[in-house]
């Protein structure tokens, strides 16, 4: 997926992957993954997702990487901070309270960018890839993430169809993370248009 596209889609207000409410997957089996409150989270592809505020909320650190500087810009904004962003070589940063979005490129960061994180939550970003990116992106985590790792991932399955979101079947998501991580479905529910959504724990192994 070109840069270019979903640089567009946020230029053009065509978010509607976006949600105002916090994901309720993630309201319920975060604590399943049994991460201290006071490390922090890595949110891949984050848009101006309200998860990170909840993420906040339950004490963790928050990154969070978006190539859309007008989304980085936009989830401080709606909030009611206004922040100067500070120009690095990979993008920009806006950090806050706890809270610090890089607008950049996810594959052109890393451990070094980040820090250590104890956790990955992951709404939208696996299954906002084609299929190259996704092996890519699968193969950075598994590059960057030390032994001991939680992740939590929401997929998407549904039948044909063009992406993005693009239908990650759980054979796909073992076929990617395995067995570099152990994967555990949790749960999963119909949300219409023949479209389901399935929800995994990952472990870096
Ligand atoms: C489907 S949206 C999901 C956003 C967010 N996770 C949410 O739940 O609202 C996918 C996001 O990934 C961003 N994105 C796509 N490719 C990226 C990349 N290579 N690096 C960082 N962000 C990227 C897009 O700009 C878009 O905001």
């Keep these: 997926m070109e840069h270019a596209f979903w640089h567009a889609r946020w230029q053009d207000g065509q978010i509607g992957f976006h949600q105002a409410a916090i994901n ?24 101006k997702s309200s998860d990170m505020l909840w993420l906040r909320e339950q004490g963790h650190g928050v990154v969070g ?9 936009d989830f401080f ?41 104890a956790a990955v939550y992951d709404r939208a970003a696996l ?10 992106y ?23 169809g063009e992406g993005p979101p693009f239908s990650v079947t759980e054979a796909e998501v073992r076929q990617l993370f395995e067995p570099a991580f152990t994967v555990v479905r949790l ?5 219409g248009a023949a479209r389901r959504e399935v929800v995994y724990h990952l472990t870096r192994q």
């Design 24 to 47: 309720p997957w993630l309201q319920q089996y975060w604590s399943r993954l049994g991460v201290p409150g006071d490390t922090s989270v890595l949110v891949p592809l984050c848009g």
């Design 65 to 73: 990487v978006e190539l859309s500087d007008l989304a980085c810009r």
């Design 77 to 117: 904004v709606e909030h009611g901070v206004q922040i100067t962003p500070v120009a690095v070589p990979e993008g920009h940063t806006r950090e806050r309270d706890g809270i610090k979005l890089w607008s950049a490129d996810f594959f052109a960061l890393g451990r070094e960018h980040w820090g250590d994180v």
């Design 127 to 136: 299954i906002a890839l084609p299929p190259e990116l996704r092996r890519a």
């Design 138 to 160: 699968a193969a950075h985590l598994r590059q960057e993430l030390l032994s001991g790792v939680e992740m939590l991932l929401v997929a998407l399955e549904f039948p044909g």
């Design 187 to 191: 749960d999963q529910a119909d949300t």
